[in-house]
C-alpha cells in the first residue's frame, strides 16, 4: 500500500518561526490555537506514518529464523 503525501508545510512554518525568534534574540513564541492544532495534529500523523512504516519494516525484515549460538568457555584472553 503506497502511502501519500506527508503535507509538513506546518512543521516547516513552524521551524521557521522558531528560527526567527532566536535570531531576533526573542524571549518567547506565540501561536495562536489554530496554529497549535494544525501543528499538533501533523506532528500525529507524522509519529503515526512513522510507526506504521516501522512496523512493515521489522514484519519484512524479521521472516528469517536465524538462531545465533553463543558457546562461554571460560576463554584465555582475561586475566
Known sequence: MQNEPLNTIPLQQFIQQ????????AKELRINIDQAKTL??????????L?????RFVAANNSNDEVVTIN???GSGWK
Open 51 to 55: 510507526e506504521g512504516d516501522l512496523e
Open 40 to 49: 499538533a495534529f501533523t506532528l500525529g500523523i507524522v509519529m503515526s506514518r
Open 18 to 25: 522558531v528560527k526567527s525568534a532566536d535570531s531576533s534574540k
Open 72 to 74: 562461554m568457555d571460560g
